[in-house]
């Protein structure tokens, strides 16, 4: 699913704006996916405990939302910010 939701993700986005340059909160929401990516990598190499499981599935929890709810939701936000100036 990790890397098949990898095809999906361009579909979502319903910005005009193409690049992230002028979009902030885009920008916001790159860098707590990459923060994700590394935590991810981080608790995979961790031994198999109580506090590394639970943090592991909040993780990949929010990794598919930062590929499929939040793009989804941030273009809106910026396409209504467009729209108001």
Do not use: Q
Request: charged residues 15%.
């Amino acid at each position: 699913m990790s890397l098949a939701i990898l095809v999906v993700v361009p579909l979502l986005d319903k910005s005009g704006v193409r690049g992230i340059s002028y979009r902030p909160f885009s920008k916001i929401a790159f860098t707590v996916f990459i923060s994700n990516i590394i935590l991810l990598t981080w608790l995979g190499a961790k031994p198999v405990s109580e506090p590394f499981i639970t943090l592991s599935r909040v993780s990949g929890a929010a990794y598919f939302l930062c590929l499929t709810l939040i793009p989804l939701g941030l273009s809106l936000i910026e396409l209504r910010i467009v729209a108001h100036r």
